[in-house]
């Protein structure tokens, strides 16, 4: 008896609300604004609950941003797409102020180099410290020919290699 009671009650509920017309159950363009809201605001048709302020600099500045990235590094937007923003995001604020300074620095090529010395102080010694040989630039810093430096980058990157094996890092990033 109850199991047709609650089948009862149940029609009784949908024949309600099929013969009554309710305008709030119609799509809308906009987010519904609830009766005890001040203000809603919204973002692409979606209502924004927290975090405010990083949405309205993100529609602001996002788009101008991704186009910035993409061309002077040579992306298009499905690269740009491809990158987890959110991770690196996550990874570049657990840095210290002192190290995301110096990964900004890097990623701009505004690391203190020979060759970025030399663009201030001309008469400045621009040769690298490791060979006397080059110009020391990003790329010759990580490219350097000399044997001690040859050696040390071997021995960091294999110590670097068996540290993030200890995590359980996959086989194909190991061995790119």
């Given at each position: 008896m109850l199991k047709l009671d609650l089948n009862d009650i149940a029609d009784?509920?949908?024949?309600?609300?099929?013969?009554?017309?309710?305008?709030?159950?119609?799509?809308s363009e906009f987010p519904l604004f609830h009766p005890l809201h001040v203000a809603t605001v919204s973002i692409n048709n979606s209502s924004?609950?927290?975090?405010?302020g990083h949405m309205f600099y993100f529609a602001v500045y996002a788009p101008?941003?991704?186009?910035?990235?993409?061309?002077?590094l040579k992306w298009d937007?499905?690269?740009f797409d491809h990158i987890n923003w959110?991770?690196?995001?996550?990874?570049?604020?657990?840095?210290?102020r002192y190290q995301q300074i110096a990964v900004s620095m890097l990623v701009h090529n505004l690391w203190?180099?020979?060759?970025?010395?030399?663009?201030?102080?001309?008469?400045?010694?621009?040769?690298?410290?490791s060979c006397h040989h080059d110009l020391e630039t990003i790329d010759?810093?990580?490219?350097?020919?000399?044997?001690?430096?040859?050696?040390?980058?071997t021995a960091s990157y294999s110590s670097f290699l068996q540290t993030i094996s200890l995590f359980q890092t996959p086989h194909q990033i190991l061995q790119a």
């Open positions: 009784t509920m949908a024949t309600g609300f099929q013969s009554g017309y309710n305008p709030l159950y119609e799509p924004i609950t927290s975090k405010l101008t941003l991704q186009e910035t990235i993409c061309k002077n937007a499905m690269t959110d991770a690196h995001e996550a990874a570049f604020t657990s840095l210290t203190n180099s020979g060759n970025q010395c030399k663009q201030h102080i001309p008469a400045a010694d621009s040769s690298c410290a010759h810093i990580f490219n350097c020919p000399d044997h001690e430096t040859l050696l040390n980058q």
